[in-house]
């Protein structure tokens, strides 16, 4: 016999009970009586039960015949609070003058009676499970048999870990106690289960539970309810890992990236280790050879991921190129498109290589399953996932997942490989396009850089240019085309053709960019009408002559260039910008700026702008710091624009970076002369004396010529004063200024015209020759080689 314990609530501290006589006058009055009516035993004792019924029709009720059977019924009492409806029950006794009265109130009757009969239903049936367990997590009662959860029974008393895998029970339980302490339900929670007998096997069920409470809402245990919802959890979980893939794989263009994200979703929710090999040439965005049967598969592992995080020695690893493998149906069928699932023991039965087993299979790994990355008819790669701690085997239901994942996982592989074959033939084309990166002459060394822009965006048309002019001068151009892709790589290609030939031209900056403005507004024309908005560039062009010691500068909408002196002051130059290019309508202006030896000019498209912060004073200050660290002008540029790692741009960027020279202080030589006849002969002996101080005595005799006939010229042809100059470097320039406008024109003299061969034998003489005009007239120029 088991008692309750002190102050524990039972089920009959709502009885009430009174001892009547014969004639039904009450003997004896309970206090759960005297509770319940609000009436003390001394008010109720020695008087008729009858006067407590409220109801006159009720009195007539007769008392059970003494050893007869007992009389049940309903009735409502008077109490000394109000009328109570109760259910009674009248026992006789063992003596004939004795009656036992038993009552509970009709509401607690009846919570009695659907307790029990719901008690009883739950327990009778089979579909769902119920325990009911106490305060220690004991089972009191159950329906659960041994093949719910194919172990041992549940019995009274018996425990959790009795029937279940220890972690399982420890985690269950722990719910459960939570349950008890706070009193807070739960309600359809997900409970892995896994049996003693059967460890191997793991089922989820969909757990509640409440806590059990007295009359008096003291703890009295735990109700649970749970349901096998095995197939339903995989039904969800297999929905959200594809909802994953979808949503993961195949935001990136990046091939690796892709298959990084292919295992990356593949661990720890289908399995422990992942991998996905890709055939080598789609890595280079190539399409797949085309193989069957054994052999040399030419795949390359490109991505892994472990649910530990570490991948296990002796696997085979990013960048490692797969063994090659025997001919076996297992690969046939991979080559086919169609996964498979294989055990540990079947795999090293088929390969029959331990070196082979050393590289495919983790020493853990009991199961495995394959798919191959088929699309178009090509297999791209293969992604493979190895069960090493989870127990459960691949099943038909993981292939059928796997090969989703899989298919999905190839177009996006094959969007990135289209990509990243596009991509390349377009950097290779705006390679192509650029000019070198480094050029360098006595008085101007050049490094050019030009960065894609992040994240996977397309090549734009942003370009860089060092343009060598005669008499040591230099143009420094850099531009920015709208758009990105081929169209502006192209573009890009025809607006530097167009520079290089206006550069010849000796344009001065301005009209440079004035005629490439009517280009670009011709190829806006041409272009269709839906694009014709699209096509515009921005450019700038720095003229730089360092015998002048001075830059001349024009802007096409662009941001202006940075002049860092040799004290280390870096700032802006004051150029007044013009419009963009196939705007038209307003003229450009020039701004000249004293450029000393050792000074840096920095040329740079939008793309600097952002990848420093998003203001012109942020590429000052970043300039300006890695200036004073910095030394090499390519290693500047690199930092610069933050190719060794820096913050990202979703522009590209053109960098042109400019060191000046000094000329040697007599390697310019200037001499003034009259529109006199006699003055050619004293401009010979000038030239003559200064080549001979050079010791280019070799040079003379030709260079006397070149003087002579273009001196003569100038002073036949002209009114005003006639200038020479020559510059002494790897060539020798020789100028002659007049304030002529008129241009020099080669021509072949016919035998009986008396003039016209001098320039047609000065062109002979010479390496190049040419002519530009200025402010104040025209400069004939030429250059010979001179020997080292």
């Known amino acids: 016999m088991r008692s309750s314990p002190p102050g524990d609530a039972g089920p009959l501290d709502d009885v009430a009970t009174a001892l009547i006589d014969a004639r039904g006058v009450v003997v004896s009055w309970s ?16 008087r008729s039960v009858l006067r407590l019924l409220a109801d006159p029709a009720d009195r007539s009720h007769a008392l059970p015949e003494p050893g007869g059977h007992a009389l049940d019924g309903t009735a409502r009492l008077r109490g000394g609070s109000g009328d109570v409806l109760v259910e009674y029950r009248v026992l006789p006794t063992a003596s004939a003058h004795r009656f036992v009265v038993l009552a509970v109130p009709s509401d607690r009757a009846e919570d009695v009676r659907d307790g029990t009969a719901l008690l009883r239903a739950v327990l009778a049936q089979d579909r769902i499970g119920f325990v009911l367990r106490d305060t220690d997590l004991a089972v009191v009662r159950t329906n659960l048999t041994t093949a719910t959860l194919g172990g041992p029974p549940f019995t009274a008393g018996s425990r959790l870990s009795d029937v279940m895998h220890a972690q399982d029970a420890a985690e269950a339980e722990a719910v459960l ?20 007998a059967t460890p191997s096997v793991e089922r989820a069920y969909s757990v509640s539970a409440i806590r059990v409470e007295d009359g008096h809402g003291r703890p009295r245990g735990v109700a649970v309810v749970l349901a096998d919802a095995t197939e339903h959890f995989q039904a969800a979980h297999r929905l959200e890992l594809r909802h994953r893939v979808s949503s993961t794989v ?11 994200d292919i295992a990356d979703v593949l661990v720890p929710a289908f399995g422990d280790l992942a ?55 297992l690969v046939r ?40 990355l088929f699309a178009r008819g090509l297999v791209l790669g293969i992604a493979g996932v190895w069960r090493t701690s989870r127990p459960e085997p691949f099943d038909q239901g993981d292939i059928d997942l796997l090969s989703e994942v899989a298919a999905h996982g190839a177009l996006a592989v094959d969007n990135a490989r289209r990509y990243t074959r596009e991509h390349r033939a377009t950097v290779a084309l705006q390679q192509r396009l650029l000019p070198r990166a480094a050029t360098r002459t006595t008085a101007l060394e050049t490094v050019g850089h030009y960065l894609p822009a992040s994240g996977g965006a397309e090549i734009g048309g942003d370009w860089y240019d060092a343009i060598a002019l005669p008499s040591l001068r230099t143009a420094l151009v850099v531009g920015d085309v709208t758009g990105h892709g081929l169209h502006a790589s192209a573009t890009m290609g025809r607006l530097r053709t167009a520079v290089h030939t ?17 280009l670009v507004a011709r190829l806006a024309a041409e272009a269709e009408p839906a694009l014709r908005d699209t096509v515009g560039a921005t450019c700038l062009v720095a003229l730089h002559d360092p015998v002048a010691g001075r830059c001349t500068v024009a802007s096409a909408g662009h941001p202006p260039p940075l002049l860092v002196t040799p004290d280390g002051g870096t700032e802006p130059l004051p150029v007044r910008p013009g419009p963009p290019l196939g705007v038209g309508g307003l003229p450009f202006e020039t701004s000249t700026v004293d450029v000393p030896p050792g000074s840096l000019l920095a040329l740079y ?20 710091r890695l200036q004073s660290s910095e030394h090499s002008l390519a290693g500047l540029g690199r930092a610069l624009v933050g190719a060794d790692g820096g913050r990202s741009a979703r522009d590209d960027t053109a960098v042109l970076l400019a060191r000046t020279g000094a000329l040697p202080a007599d390697a310019v030589a200037r001499w003034e002369y009259p529109t006199d006849p006699a003055a050619v002969a004293d401009a010979r002996a000038a030239v003559t004396q200064r080549l001979a101080a050079w010791g280019l005595d070799e040079l003379a005799f030709t260079t006397e010529l070149i003087v002579s006939e273009l001196v003569t010229n100038a002073i036949r042809y002209t009114d005003g004063p006639v200038g020479l100059r020559l510059i002494r470097d790897k060539t020798l320039v020789c100028e002659v200024s007049d304030p ?24 002979q003489l010479v390496t190049r020759w040419g002519s530009r005009y200025g402010p104040e007239g025209k400069t004939i120029w030429t250059e010979q080689r001179i020997d080292s």
Do not use: Y
């Open 502 to 518: 206006l550069a010849d031209l000796e344009l001065a900056p301005d009209e440079l960019l004035t005629h490439l403005d009517g």
């Open 31 to 46: 206090d759960t009586a005297a509770e319940l009516l609000n009436r003390p035993a001394a008010e109720v004792r020695g």
């Open 177 to 196: 106690s939570r349950v008890l302490e706070t009193g807070e339900p739960v309600a359809a929670r997900k409970q892995r289960v896994r049996s003693l």
């Open 333 to 372: 069928r991979l080559q086919e498109g169609r996964a498979v699932t294989v055990d540990r023991e079947t795999l090293e039965r088929g390969l029959a290589d331990p070196a082979l087993i050393r590289v495919a299979a983790p020493e853990s790994g009991h199961s495995l399953v394959v798919a191959p």
């Open 740 to 763: 002529s406008n008129t241009q020099p024109r080669l021509r072949r003299a016919l035998i009986t015209d008396e003039g016209g061969r001098g320039l047609f034998l000065v062109a």
């Open 275 to 329: 991998w996905v090999d890709l055939a080598e040439p789609v890595m280079d965005g190539d399409e797949p050879p085309k193989t069957f049967g054994g052999g040399d598969l030419h795949l390359r592992r490109a991505a892994v991921c472990a649910a530990d995080e570490s991948w296990p020695a002796g696997l085979l690893r990013p960048g490692d190129s797969l063994p090659a493998f025997p001919d076996r149906p």
């Open 605 to 624: 498209t939008d793309g600097l702008i952002e990848r420093c912060g998003g203001t012109v004073q942020d590429v000052v200050s970043r300039l300006s």
């Open 250 to 260: 195949g935001r990136s263009l990046d091939i690796t990236r892709t298959a990084q």
